[in-house]
């Protein structure tokens, strides 16, 4: 069974005011009575299980990001508990998980095992992750040469084709032409 569940979760940042950064950095650059704590999220619980599909909407600054991130285990709550049971794979942030100078095909490889696919798994799923990414003959080219909309649809297509419980979107899909966004609404 899978589950995602927050229980009383809560993330804070410090935040700033630029008159009063400039002076604990030139005065007291340890600590600075400057800083204020921002709470991201208060207090948050909730559970979502098997078969469910959550979208999460808010203004900006409202802590979308923020959740996704404790969701994907990329940052820890400062209050609460959140746990996750299933394989997460998440397109946070466009190209985190691959790197520019690596060819489509040795990022799909490098991807597919940060997301916890074996290597005989990935090599099985080759076909259909190329396929489905639509990059073509670029497969073989440094990542560098992709556009935006390119690397975005190979890392979405090696997100889905690891089969995970949970698929985490942040707003990288934007990038995408219709007929791709089409695509992964279908699949």
């Not at 009383?8 to 007291?28: A, E, I, P």
């Not at 285990?73 to 997460?88: E, F």
């Not at 790197?99 to 490889?109: A, K, P, Q, S, Y």
């Not at 916890?116 to 259909?128: D, P």
Request: charge should be neutral; glycine fraction near 12%.
């Amino acid at each position: 069974m899978s589950l995602i569940q927050f229980a009383g979760v809560s993330k804070t940042f410090q935040r700033r005011s630029g008159r009063m950064l400039l002076r604990s950095l030139l005065w007291n650059p340890v600590r600075s009575q400057a800083e204020k704590p921002f709470y991201a999220l208060k207090n948050v619980s909730f559970t979502i299980g098997d078969g469910e599909t959550v979208g999460v909407i808010g203004r900006n600054g409202a802590g979308k990001s923020t959740l996704l991130s404790l969701v994907a285990g990329l940052s820890y709550p400062d209050a609460g508990t959140v746990t996750v049971q299933g394989r997460v794979a998440a397109l946070l942030e466009l190209g985190s998980g691959f790197h520019g100078d690596l060819t489509g095909r040795e990022n799909i490889f490098l991807n597919a095992s940060l997301l916890g696919l074996s290597r005989q798994k990935a090599e099985s799923r080759y076909g259909e992750i190329v396929e489905f990414s639509g990059v073509g003959d670029f497969i073989e080219e440094p990542l560098r040469t992709y556009s935006s909309g390119m690397m975005m649809r190979l890392a979405f297509s090696v997100a889905i084709h690891v089969e995970p419980a949970f698929l985490i979107i942040d707003e990288v899909l934007a990038v995408g032409d219709a007929a791709f966004q089409a695509r992964c609404n279908e699949k």
